[in-house]
Every structure is written in C-alpha cells, then in structure tokens.
C-alpha cells in the first residue's frame, strides 16, 4: 500500500507514468492500474481453472461421492482413494492434487447452508441425552431429558436410568411443572417412544401412551426431518451444555431423586443468565413465554405403560422380560399391571396387590418375600431353599428367634417362626423388630408373644403376657392343703 500510494501521488504531481514507471522500477501496466483504482484490487480470474486431464473423469468422481450418501460416513471415499481408483481401474494420468482440489471444492458447493430462525414466545423443543453418573455408588449411565424455550433459553433437566415412553411423559410433566405453564407446541425428532410409524405422506402414527399424553396437556406436536437434528438445534446445544456443566466431574448423589433435585437447582440458577446478544436474562424473558403457554390441566396425566399379565405358578407376573412376584393367593390369575419410570405396579380387578421398585435389567426376578410366607409356612421344608428369602436382610434378632423356636419345638417351631415373619404383611418391620427384641428379653419366645408385643408397639401401651397358653412350658399344679395331710405324718403307715 505504501508504494501503491507514492506512485499515485507522484503521477499526481505531474510526473507522467512512464517516468513513474521507471524510477519505481515497474511495469508501465502496473503504474497504469495504481491510477486506475485507489486500493489494490486484487487478483481476479477471468476464467474458470482448466483441467485437462482431469475433466473427462469428473462425472465419475461425482457418481462415487452421491453413491456415498448410502453409505456409513467412515467408509466413504476420501481423495487418496478416489485418486488410486481412477488411476488404477480408469487409467487416470494426472497427479494427486487436481483430484484433491476438485473433491476439496465440490464439498464446498454441496455443503448444507442453513436460515437463521427467529423463535416466537410459548414453544419448546424437547430430546434426551447420556452421561456417566455414580448413583448410590454405582457407576450407570443416566438418560436426562432436557426441555428448552427457544425465545427465552430457559430450561428443564431431569435425569432417569432409561428412557422408554414413560420417561418421555414424566419428563413433559415434571418440566410443565416446573414451568407452571404448557407450551403451545414442543418440536422433537423421531423417537420410536413418540412415533410408531411415519406414514408414506410423511405423517406420524403417534405411540399409544404419547398420543394419550397429547389429549390430555392439549398442545401441538412437531417433528424435524428424519436424521436431521438440527432441525431442532437449540434443545441438541442443551444437552451438550447440561452435560459439560451439570455433570462434569461425574456426579454422584446417593439416590437419582437427589441427583434431579440438584439438576432442577442448576436450571433456577441458570434463569439469571444474560447470554451473548441478549440485554436481558433468561429469567426476564422467561415471562413472555410463560404469558403465551396455556394453564396446566387440572390433574396431572398418569404417565405409566399399561398391560396385562397372567400369574405364574411361581407367583410371578412378567413384565419388559423381567418378573415380579405378587402373593400367592392370587395364582394362575388374570391381572393388570402398570409400569412408570421408578416402579411397577400390579393389580387383581380393582385392587392393587403388588408394588415393585422398576428393573431395568432384562431376564430377571424381583421378589417381596412377604409373598410367599402363606405358601412356606404350608410347605415348610422350603424355607431354607426359597429364592424369595436367600438375600432378605433380616435383624440378627430374627435369627436368635428362629433358633429358639427350633430348639424346643423343632419342626413346629420353624413353622411359627414363619407365622411371626407373616405379621409383615400387617406391620411395619421396625415395629415387629421392636417387639422380637422384647420377646427375647422377657423369654417370651412365641407367636402369639410377638404379636401382642407388636400390637402394643403399635398402640402405645404396655405388654401383659399370660405365659400359660405356651404349650412347650411345664405345667404346675398346686393344690390346696388339708388338715388330714399332717394328721397322716403321725399314722404308723407314715412311720
């Protein structure tokens, strides 16, 4: 620019532009266009690049790299392959580099461009993300279910072990919730939890527990373009911000409803925020999209996956491969059962009879031991082999009972141990802890000893035992004394 502004000023001052041209030892066309523009106007082809050898080859190289739409992304040409093969099955003559350019420059060309969006207030968009997390000193992978308000960058997170359909309802429903308010409309991707089916016009067969959802908030569902996430970019930069700065170091609460608690405190925190191009915080224009979302309903939708099952001759029910034990009194029955994201619940006609904390296993057992007590105490041989009971942590008390019991009435004994188990399906295990722990303190080993102790833990009075209706105890009888006893110590028989 220095020179450029030397010529221009001495050809301005009357030196013609051969002279210039010779005292600054350049070309007379170079002096004539530093005066014909005020910057250097850099340099411009005329024409496009010419490829001889090359050019005859183009329509392959094309048809290789549409062909790689289909294909998984690492196993696609790349241009020392695409050059081996030209040269090798085509007898391709020029070098390595034009057939870099040529890809380099046609990827430029067929590169997505995109349309700057502008977000009214009162919508959402919603999808789930994976992250390492140490629950209860167990290292799982957690599913979080992230909500956000694209006018506002407000947000809802909320983690869980998986992320079937019922995690996707609860999600909506802790986040509408949290918000106070339901948005018009929430943009997602093509989950199968939300959609069985895209139908050939493009649009979605909904999944039954979703569609029943729908009904009940009343707002729209919108969809992006299969494998196109940024469709729905604002919640996708969600779930890299959540786990880059909610869960980095690893997080680790003792229970996944601690772990929610701390991601909820995380959101409150972040409605604070003013973030690059904004004046104001999230929080502040967090208010025009909650005056243009709706009420929430009036009662919350049961987010649960319906089914129905038939009791197995082990007292089991199989739900999602994996069974759960109800009593035995109801076996070989019809029942319903109800799956939602922390547990399975299963009923008998208009009665619940079992609840069961949710596995996400598959092929396994979950048992309540109280179950199959009615049935060991019937079959009381099994009580030492009975699955239900192999990993029940009793109190060492229970034990001590047991032994007791057995030691002085053998079989009969183990029979009522299971009895004393039994009082579980009426009372707590603490109180009934409480009360074997008098039992063995008073000698009072029984039945029916335990469960009066039980009953006045309960009720909050004290015990009277009546020890004779023990029938391992030794019976007494005292008589009363009559004079003719002493009068028979002074016969001569006695003497």
């Known amino acids: 620019m220095d020179l450029y502004r030397k010529v221009r000023l001495a050809c301005a001052e009357g030196m ?15 002096v004539a266009k530093m005066m014909a ?18 050019d005859g080859y183009t329509e392959i190289i094309d048809n290789w790299l549409e062909g790689d739409r289909e294909v998984h992304r690492k196993q696609r040409h790349r241009a020392k392959r695409v050059f081996e093969r030209l040269r090798d099955e085509h007898g391709f003559t020029g070098g390595y580099t034009i057939v870099k350019d040529y890809i380099r420059e046609r990827e430029r060309r067929v590169r997505e461009m995109f349309v700057p ?30 909500m ?14 998986a992320a079937p359909a ?28 939300l959609v069985a089916k895209i139908l050939p016009d493009g649009t979605r067969q909904r999944a039954t527990l979703f569609s029943g959802f729908l009904s009940h908030d009343l707002f729209r569902d919108r969809y992006g373009r299969p494998g196109k996430v940024n469709d729905k970019g604002n919640v996708e930069g969600l779930v890299g911000y959540s786990r880059r700065n909610f869960m980095v170091p690893i997080p680790r609460f003792a229970s996944w409803e601690a772990f929610n608690a701390y991601l ?22 967090l208010t025009r999209d909650l005056a243009a979302m709706t009420k929430l309903p009036a009662a919350p939708f ?29 076996g070989h029955r019809d029942v319903w059962i109800r799956g939602y994201v922390d547990n ?77 188990l039994r009082l579980l399906e009426t009372f707590d295990i603490d109180d009934l802890h409480v009360a074997i722990r008098q039992a063995l303190r008073l000698g009072a080993v029984g039945f029916d000893a335990v469960k009066h102790l039980v009953l006045c833990q309960v009720e909050k009075r004290p015990p009277k035992l009546d020890l004779d209706v023990y029938p391992y105890l030794p019976r007494t009888e005292i008589g009363t004394t009559s004079t003719a006893s002493y009068m028979s110590l002074l016969s001569e028989d006695a003497a």
């Open 16 to 30: 013609s532009q051969r002279e210039a041209a010779r005292h600054f030892n350049l070309s007379r066309d170079s």
């Open 37 to 54: 523009f005020s910057t250097p106007p850099g340099y411009r082809r005329t024409a496009p690049v010419k490829r001889p050898k090359l």
């Open 117 to 146: 969006l502008a977000h009214p207030p009162g919508h959402a968009q919603a999808d789930f993300g994976e992250a390492v997390v140490i629950i209860d000193g167990v290292e799982q992978k957690a599913h979080f279910f992230c």
């Open 148 to 161: 956000d308000l694209p006018h506002s960058d407000a947000c809802f997170v909320r983690a869980y072990p």
């Open 166 to 193: 019922e995690a996707w309802v609860d999600g909506h429903i802790h986040a509408f919730a949290f918000f106070g308010r339901v948005p018009v409309s929430v943009l997602y991707d093509n989950d199968r939890c």
């Open 264 to 285: 909820e405190e995380q959101c409150l925190k972040r409605q604070a925020d003013v973030l690059r191009g904004q004046s104001e915080t999230i929080g502040d224009r």
């Open 302 to 330: 049961d987010a649960c996956d319906q089914a129905t099952g038939r009791v197995s001759s082990r007292a089991l029910v199989r739900y999602k491969t994996n069974d759960y034990s109800v009593p035995v009194v109801y």
């Open 344 to 420: 399975v619940v299963i009923g008998c006609a208009g009665e619940v009879i079992a609840r069961h904390p949710r596995c996400y296993d598959r092929e396994d057992m979950v048992f309540d031991p109280v179950h199959y007590l009615p049935l060991i105490e019937r079959k009381i041989n099994a009580l030492d082999q009975a699955a239900p009971l192999a990993e029940w942590d009793l109190p060492p008390e229970f034990v001590t009972l047991r032994r007791l019991m057995e030691a002085r009435m053998l079989k009969a004994g183990r029979r009522e141990y299971v009895q004393v």
